[in-house]
């Protein structure tokens, strides 16, 4: 019988729901709050809980331009930010959202995430890679990702070169309104190294504005990465 691997993380209950969608929100555990967490473990690969805390304290900075050292101290007033995010302003706005919220509103919501939004996201796509993407990079061409891939990879369009392929996904500007900051879960981020594995190539998350590529420097990223695929035949 397989021995039940001990877990550490504490539970929150009912509260976990709040905490979470408002340290996302105001994303408070973004690699410029807290380093690259994930990247920082498999450095120190610890046999302990104890080691891990010791070697994160004594290792992680902040990725700013500035680099500033993680302490005890700062992770604590990161709680305390997120608290008074909760208490002065989800809180707020949630009880007025329950106080003002109808059938209506939730048949409504359903049907538009499941039409219009789905509609919106399709034409949105298409846009991008036909009207942009596949006009700059006229050499190549860009091909809907299989179900299955776009499913379990969060990969929208993948470009084969050869016997490899890079994949595209493609978010509206809404999903992250300062892209600068934006930063991929660790579940995309395990898929998106799965998929490089996979398939020897990158992938590139490209934000639109009404069809328009908002972070310019994906481009050239892009031609970049379509180059060396092209070199390594």
Known sequence: MKEKTQR???DFGKKEKVLNYACQTYQLTRPNKVGRVMELIRQCQPQTIDEWD??????AHTVTKSNTKIT???LSELGERLYTKITEIVIPEWQAAFSQ???ADCIDYIHNLVINRTYDGFIREKSVVNDVLAKIFV???FEESPPELDCSSDIDYIVKI?????????KPITANSNFGNYSITERMKSSFETFERDF??????VFSD???????????????EINRLKNMQ
């Open 162 to 170: 050869y016997d490899r392929a890079f994949g595209i996904q493609i």
């Open 200 to 205: 020897g190539g990158k992938v590139f998350v």
């Open 72 to 74: 005890k101290e700062s």
């Open 101 to 103: 919220l109808t059938l």
């Open 54 to 59: 010791k070697w994160y304290f004594e290792n």
């Open 210 to 224: 009404d069809g328009k590529i908002t972070n310019d420097d994906v481009i050239e990223e892009i031609g970049k």
């Open 8 to 10: 550490y993380s504490l």
């Open 139 to 141: 050499n190549v061409i």
